[in-house]
C-alpha cells in the first residue's frame, strides 16, 4: 500500500493537489492511504518550503505546485 499526504493550509492549491491526488488513485485503482497534514511543524519537518506539497511514502516529490492527475499518476506508478 503507498502512503500519500498531502501537505499545506487548506488553500484553494492544497484543496486542488488532495482532489487531484484521489482522482489519480480513483483512476489507477492504486491500493492507497491518503492523508491531509495541515500542522506546519510537521510540514516542516518534511522539508517543504512551499506549499501546497505531496509526500509519497514518507518522501516529498513535489512542493510549492499543483500537478496535473496524469503527472501524479505517474509519480505514484513509480512509488
Request: hydrophobic content about 45%; proline content about 4%; overall charge positive.
Amino acid at each position: 500500500m503507498i502512503t500519500i499526504k498531502v501537505l499545506g493550509s487548506g488553500c484553494p492549491n492544497c484543496q486542488r493537489l488532495e482532489n487531484n491526488v484521489n482522482q489519480a488513485v480513483t483512476e489507477n485503482k492504486i491500493e492507497a492511504k491518503v492523508e491531509k497534514i495541515t500542522d506546519l511543524i510537521k510540514i516542516v519537518q518534511f522539508g517543504a518550503m512551499g506549499m501546497p506539497a505531496l509526500v509519497v511514502n514518507e518522501k516529498l516529490v513535489i512542493a510549492g505546485r499543483v500537478p496535473e492527475v496524469t503527472e501524479i499518476k505517474e509519480i505514484l506508478k513509480n512509488a
